[in-house]
């Protein structure tokens, strides 16, 4: 089975500019949660969506949007970036059998690495 | 906000040596998974564990939940250059979907020098 694919992998942007990146869920997978990885503050949790509706969402401002689509690939989308915004984004897919304490264990994909100028 | 505490944040350690990284919370999970993240590539699930006392292992390595179910540790037997690498825990708060309920720690960068 394929992994979880991001693309694309390495993005750089220049500040008030907006990105969006792209995600891959493992085939069969329908949960796709997006995170932040920052050497600061570590991997921050973005949103999550399954079957195409967003289920929760993380604490990040209005620029941080997201959407998925009816196979489940997913997107996400920053706009008017901050220097801030530089950081390692984190696409992940969950099987999602029905709950129960293996149904949110995450297959990550490599990752995007954004740097905003 | 419930946080996950990792210690230590950075270990640089010599080939064959043992080791211990901990992940501790005040509050209780439903169960907590433990990640290893090489440079470049995103987290790759080592674990999971469900029950208060559970040990797992996994080859050289040691995983324990705690008893409440607040804290678990990994233990790494004579380290291999190969273990180097980001080491993250998460926990879950229950269960049933919505991954906001995952939380994760900031991690336990570990380097083995040969």
């Known amino acids: 089975k394929a992994g979880v694919t991001q693309t694309p992998r390495y993005l750089i942007k220049t500040r008030g500019q907006q990105v969006t990146l792209s995600c891959s869920p493992i085939?069969?997978?329908?949960?796709v949660s997006w995170y932040q990885q920052t050497p600061g503050q570590g991997l921050q949790f973005l949103f999550e969506y399954f079957s195409e509706t967003q289920r929760n969402k993380g604490n990040f401002p209005g620029r941080f949007s997201g959407r998925q689509f009816s196979n489940s690939r997913s997107e996400m989308n920053v706009s008017t970036l901050e220097l801030g915004d530089s950081a390692l984004y984190l696409c992940a897919s969950s099987l999602e059998l029905a709950g129960g304490p293996f149904a949110s264990e995450q297959f990550f994909g490599p990752g995007t690495r954004l740097t905003v100028l | 906000t419930q946080l996950l505490e990792q210690s230590p944040q950075f270990l640089s350690i010599q080939e064959g040596e043992n080791l211990t990284v901990y992940c501790n919370s005040s509050s209780v999970f439903s169960s907590l998974q433990w990640y290893r993240q090489e440079p470049g590539e995103g987290p790759v699930l080592l674990v999971t564990?469900?029950?208060?006392?559970e040990v797992k292992k996994l080859k050289r390595l040691t995983f324990q939940f705690g008893d409440a179910r607040k804290d678990s540790s990994l233990h790494i037997t004579a380290a291999q250059p190969g273990d180097t690498g980001l080491y993250l825990c998460a926990g879950v708060h229950n269960y049933g979907g919505s991954q906001g309920n995952l939380i994760f720690g900031k991690g336990t960068k570990l380097s083995v020098k040969p």
């Open positions: 564990v469900v029950t208060g006392g």
């Open positions: 085939s069969g997978h329908r949960s």
